[in-house]
């Protein structure tokens, strides 16, 4: 329609080069990690190369990025014939794949993963819209206004998704609620909600100190860890039990925050970063070889239940005591225990959050996203930046421990290898991917990390290699997170200006 | 006419070393209460570092800095932490580069001024959070005087803004009624004008006097525009290489030659052949 609508010259070198490198990248990229595979000495071997799955890669990335250098050159025509027959008949062959057993055309499929192929094919369909959309609307929309524009588009999307929240919230929180008795859940779904819920009580209790006070933690799984083993160690050597424990694990934990926090704070961004780190491998270590007290990498096991006001969920429980299932006279069912701890976590993570968003509009929470914003400004207004990092340091990690009893409480049994380093990254990613400081952000960002890799447990090896994609893709296109939007804590038009020009009572 | 008052902050002997570098070499000025006290000078003459020693982001190597404060008594400012300064001495001060809040609203940026009266107000965050305390009414204060300061520089409509989109001027009085918001008895403006054409120059000078002249805050300003300084200072000290050399009333300045040969320059048309 727009054919010959400014017809900018297209350098068919240029893209050709491009492309050509993008391809080299992709194979310097995937020769190690996909294209030699380590094997059991046994069956042959110990190394063997397969390139075919390198060779097929390099095809695609330089197909695909010629085809975004034509998109961008305002050549869509040739895009869309291309990208739309190459994804009809790879999702052709797939569904054909899925249908009929034999082996039959699925010879002809990239990539032996199903998945891939499936999202290759989904990439090939969103190129197809997109030159279709170019082919239509003619104006190619990526130059740096139109990325602006973008840009806004985002934030607008963002702060749309904040003022949805306030409905949505509540009916996702209803679809937590009644989870357990959705037709279709078994005990499987169920415990992958518990291990969500749980990333996302972490993920709110982290968002605290890096969300609000922009304090970069990365040794955060060290808290958890302290109320872990804070709720494990009161239960076993003093037979407290877990509701008991429960504030004792928060506090413990807390102090653990002050107790680094308070030489510490003073470090800014990158050295604050390390500092955690190292901390977060330190509570590991100390755990793991202080055998005496913490059982060293035996773990401590037989760390009791919870219960529901003194009620155990036993079969059997010991005599003269009732059980939840005999109280309330049913049937007993050993789902029942885990219904409730999925109860546990759940109100665990909502007070969480109430309190986050209630804290949020109180100066101290105002104070923290102050000093995010900028520290000298913060001290030349009178506001205690060490303090102030500390309270949020410490109520931080108070949530972690309250997490890590309740992990202790879930499993009944802890070791140091549940506190790894990764544990910090994830559930920093979590917060960084939401958005920082965004309380549904780090819903969407626990859902998506945390539920969707038991999704995607089928590309095995890759699956890291995808979460690394993910999260490097979040930074290209979203560098503050996906839903990344702030709403002021207090509006001014809130307020009735009544004495609007009357002076507060001021010293004279 | 009442008795001559002491000048509300006296800095005597006022030395700063980095290392080998003398920043500022034995300096000693007065700023009068209530009254405007410019500090010029060419670059690296110290002024920043003055400011700097002032409101506690240096440890002074030597000097006294007395702020007798009407209801607090005599501060001495260089033995105070840099946070306790303008919470307990009521110094509040603005920056050469603005250093807003800029992802918080405007009015955000006010309370933050007020942080201390507030986390007070909320009993520090756990009275508040229980639901007990005057937080609500103290909120309330706090936002009628924020509103009433951004009614001063006209910036009302524009309260629920992040204070990073605004324009430059208008952060440049924000900032500043940002630093009346925490109730100074002493306002440091370090180069409040820069960066401002002739209208909004003129509008500074008006909030300055308006800060001085209804609210009787002594003030103490760094520029480089001499029409601002000239026209609202009561008071100038001229520093060169860290030195003080020359200190009186505007007019005094003026024609001091000292100073003419350090910074001002000679007339026009005898400096261009």
Known sequence: MHANHARTPFDLGAALKDAGLVAGIVVLL??????????????????????????????????????????????????????????????????????????????????????????????AWILSARAAWLQWHATSTLDAEAREAREARMDRLGAMVQTWARFFGPLLLGVAVVLPFLPGIDRRLLDIAILVVTYIMLGWGLNIVVGLAGLLDLGYVAFYAVGAYSYALLALYFDLGFWTCLPFAGIMAAFAGILLGFPVLRLRGDYLAIVTLGFGEMIRIILLNWYTFTNGPDGLSGIPRPTLFGLPFTANPPEGQASFHSFFGLEYSPLDRIVFLYYVILGLALVTNLFTLRIRKLPVGRAWEALREDEIACRSLGVHPRNTKLTAFAIGAMFGGFGGSFFATRQGFVSPESFTFIESAMILAIVVLGGMGSQIGVVFAAILLIGLPEVFRELNQYRMLAFGLAMVAIMVWRPRGLLAHREPTVRLADHAPGAADAAPEMRT | MSPPQPALLTVEHLTMRFGGLVAIDDVSFEAPRAKITAIIGPNGAGKTTVFNCLTGFYKPTAGRLALRHPQRGECLLERMEGHAIPATAGVARTFQNIRLFPGMSVLENLLIAQHNVLMRASGYTIGALLGLGRYAAAEQRAIKRARYWLDRVGLVDRADWNAGNLPYGDQRRLEIVRAMCIEPVLLCLDEPAAGLNPRESAELNALLSFIRDEHKVTLLLIEHDMSVVMEISDHVVVLDYGRKIADGTPDAIRNDPAVIRAYLGEPEEEARP
Do not use: E
């Open chain 1, 30 to 123: 995937t020769v190690a990690l996909v294209g030699a595979r380590v094997q059991d000495i046994s069956s042959g071997p110990p190394v063997v190369f397969r390139f075919d799955d390198v060779i097929a890669a390099a095809l695609l990335a330089f197909v695909g990025r010629f085809a975004i250098a034509l998109l961008r050159g305002g050549r869509p025509r040739p895009v869309l014939i291309a990208a739309l027959a190459f994804a009809l008949g790879l999702s052709a062959i797939l569904v054909h794949g899925v249908t009929s057993a034999g082996p039959g055309l699925t010879r002809l499929l990239p990539f032996a993963s199903p998945v891939i192929n499936w999202v290759i094919a989904i990439a």
